[in-house]
């Protein structure tokens, strides 16, 4: 049964919970090409769980971004709707927070200064600042706190910048390829670090990657996506314990049946 999404202000639903549900009902976009528009979203339709992990996956420039900034209200789709606990996202809102694939470090503020500017927008910073230390804590970078971005490795930087969006509390937390500039090693780290984070934070993540294996260590269900203009051509629940491992035959098993269905 399809509920109806209420329509209401942005701060109404900044009081979300940890983790907030999602509602991506009959979604469709496209941008202004030189020849008219270009579809890059399909009738897309997807409820995910208050707290749930959820990868999406698909070729390259099907869609998979354009569904996350929909989804942090940055832009409004063409057709269809889409909600936050049955809220419907309107605009963006500090509940719903995007992480990219750049850290995106301001270069002349510290690692603290940079963690502490949500709190700074809101004009909190004073009262909330010990959510700055708490942040970074939770990613490991106190020892680098008075550091400048330049001083950081990329894992380095991209735990700034989680701690960035952490500090902020969000009940939603969307991934773009958070750790697709990494080396092998930081990034198998980097995935260990998020699912810490996830399991004591308990926000809802939704996380595009192009890396299956990525996707089937980390998520609850594994969404796959067509080429362009993008629908749901597999869903996949991960029924594994954490942590999982590479070698796990159910999850090599999984993940060769992802890569039939993306046609390789």
């Given amino acids: 049964m399809v509920t109806a999404l209420a329509s209401a202000p942005a701060e109404k639903q900044a009081d979300a919970a940890k983790g907030i549900s999602v509602q991506i009902r009959g ?11 270009l579809a ?17 996956l698909g070729p390259s420039g099907c869609g998979k971004s354009t569904l996350l900034r929909l989804v942090a209200g940055l832009e409004q789709p063409d057709r269809g709707k889409l909600g936050a606990d049955n809220v419907r996202i309107v605009g963006p809102d ?8 750049d850290a995106t470090l301001f270069p002349w503020r510290t690692v603290r200064q940079n963690v502490a500017l949500g709190l700074e927008a809101c004009g909190v910073q004073r009262s ?39 500090v902020n509390e969000p009940g939603l937390l969307l991934l773009d390829e958070p750790f697709g500039k990494l080396d092998a090693l930081t990034r198998m780290t980097m995935q260990e670090e ?13 996380m595009v990657t192009h890396d299956v294996e990525e996707a089937l260590l980390l998520a609850q269900r594994v969404i796959v996506l067509s080429n362009r203009p993008a629908r749901m051509v597999h869903e996949v629940k991960v029924d594994l314990p954490y942590p999982r491992h590479r070698d796990d ?13 993306l046609g390789h």
């Fill in 94 to 101: 500090p509940s719903r927070l995007l992480v990219f694939q």
């Fill in 249 to 261: 035959p159910d999850l090599v098993a999984l993940r060769r049946n992802i890569l039939l269905t």
């Fill in 194 to 206: 998020l699912l810490r984070l996830w399991n004591d934070a308990r926000f809802t993540a939704i």
């Fill in 40 to 56: 890059v979203l399909d009738q897309v339709n997807l409820s995910i769980e208050a707290g749930e992990f959820v990868a999406l």
């Fill in 27 to 37: 979604v469709s976009h496209a941008f202004d090409g030189k020849s008219g528009p």
């Fill in 128 to 166: 909330e600042g010990h959510r700055v230390e708490a942040a970074l804590e939770m990613v490991g970078l106190q020892a680098f706190a008075d550091a400048l971005p330049h001083q950081l490795s990329g894992g380095m930087a991209q735990r700034a910048a989680l701690a960035r969006v952490l």
